[in-house]
């Protein structure tokens, strides 16, 4: 969202054939997936992701301010900003929620009601045991690629849905977009709480602002 320009295609890759015709053939599976465990009786753990709205009025607030109204690459920021009656009010913003001191950047995003804490891991899970975890995104439209530490982890829904078939195999991140998604995860190393694993939305801007839990193991 950071990166303008806003209203034309933004290289990223230049992919050029070099004409040289393969050789050997690809295996008709790449990866032999060991069936998923019964799911009875594991230890469930919800995490709800949320959004202080107000961070994401303040992140294009800056950029309409930098960039002016290419910022919005061709939407009418007039409409999304009174979409929902949320109007900006310069005069009030900072005390809504955030005390005298301003806007609280570090305390706008939360994974079940808190914050990031370095200190202060979330929960233990228990060395070499499944766990299924839960997480919603529902609340807001956003996407966060969410990922944790320490296990590759089989995904059980995505967003809702079943895996699609290049989903199913081991991943370190899911798809949350305003909906839940399930993983099956298993952690077989111990990790103290002075190096506590993490697991946090992938988006810079959502990691930073303390969507981010730590855990022991
Ligand atoms: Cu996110």
């Not at 393969?22 to 069936?35: I, R, V």
């Not at 966060?144 to 895996?163: A, D, K, M, S, Y």
């Amino acid at each position: 969202m950071a990166v303008a320009p806003f209203d034309k295609a933004v290289p990223v890759l230049h992919i050029q054939p070099i004409g040289i015709p393969g050789s050997g053939t690809l295996p008709d599976t790449l990866a032999k997936m060991p069936a998923l465990p019964s799911l009875d009786g594991l230890t469930e753990r919800k995490l709800q992701l949320s959004m202080d709205p107000m961070l994401d009025m303040m992140g294009m607030q800056a950029l309409m301010k930098k960039y002016g109204n290419q910022a919005m690459g061709g939407m009418d920021h007039g409409d999304m900003m009174g979409h929902g009656g949320m109007k900006m009010d310069h005069g009030n913003m900072g005390h809504m929620q955030h005390g005298e001191g301003g806007f609280d950047f570090h305390n706008a995003n939360k994974i079940n009601g808190k914050a990031f804490d370095m200190n202060q891991p979330m929960f233990a899970a228990e060395k070499g045991k499944f766990e299924r975890w839960v997480i919603s995104g529902e609340g807001d439209m956003m996407l966060h690629p969410f990922h944790i530490h320490g296990t590759q982890f089989r995904i059980l829904r995505e967003n809702g849905q079943p895996p699609a078939a290049h989903r199913t195999g081991w991943k370190d991140t899911v798809r949350v977009e305003g909906g839940v998604s399930e993983v099956l995860v298993k952690f077989d190393h111990e990790a103290p709480k002075d190096q506590a694993y993490m697991a946090h939305c992938h988006l810079l801007e959502h990691e930073d602002t303390g969507m981010m839990l730590g855990f022991t193991v």
